[in-house]
């Protein structure tokens, strides 16, 4: 996607260092994790993107999911919390875990949302952020692959009334299947 809509801005989606690291914390919790050529890929994609939407001057928004260690914050699916249960730190407030991956580090005019479930529209000022800013248009880019963070983001924002579009080979997983299932909420860029 070279040319970005007037009234559109990016949401980087939990690009943060245990969703995305090697070795991930997503192993210690049973989840396959980014294999490092996949990392490499998602990463050179997602740098791509930043430089050229803010070469646009569109507004970014880093949107991070971090718990309290006890998870009495974590408002994910039941399932999804006793999966991440409390022994194991994952995206702990204040761990290296939890922090952004250092090639999408945020510049002083990006936004940082913070959530506490599976949307970034969830119990989060994003929705009244971009209608603020007169925002139409979603690009969403980032990770995917856990609590359905992308997925639950694009359903939602949808349902909202803004118009998404999942850049695709800057989400992970890079399988063309999950994209896919993407694809009939969102339209798919590459």
Same mark, same amino acid.
């Given at each position: ?66 718990? /309290? /260690? ?12 006793? /999966? ?100 009939? /909420? ?5």
């Amino acid at each position: 996607m070279d040319e970005f809509p007037k009234r559109s801005a990016l949401l980087l989606v939990d690009c943060q260092n245990d969703f995305i690291d090697p070795p991930a914390a997503l192993k210690r919790i049973g989840m396959l994790g980014a294999s490092a050529e996949d990392r490499v890929a998602v990463v050179n994609k997602l740098k791509t993107l930043l430089e050229a939407v803010r070469r646009s001057s569109r507004p970014i928004f880093h949107v991070r999911t971090i718990f /309290r /260690r006890d998870l009495a914050d974590c408002l994910f699916a039941p399932l999804w919390k006793m /999966r991440l249960g409390r022994d194991t730190p994952f995206l702990t407030e204040g761990s290296p875990g939890a922090a952004f991956i250092y090639e999408t580090s945020r510049e002083p005019s990006d936004f940082v949302i913070t959530k506490k479930a599976h949307s970034a529209f969830q119990y989060t000022p994003l929705d009244r952020m971009l209608s603020d800013l007169d925002i139409r248009t979603c690009l969403v880019a980032g990770f995917g692959g856990v609590s359905g963070s992308v997925d639950d983001t694009i359903r939602q924002g949808a349902a909202l009334g803004y118009d998404i579009a999942v850049i695709a080979d800057a989400v992970f997983p890079l399988d063309p299947s999950f994209a896919l299932s993407l694809k009939n /909420r969102a339209s798919i860029q590459n």
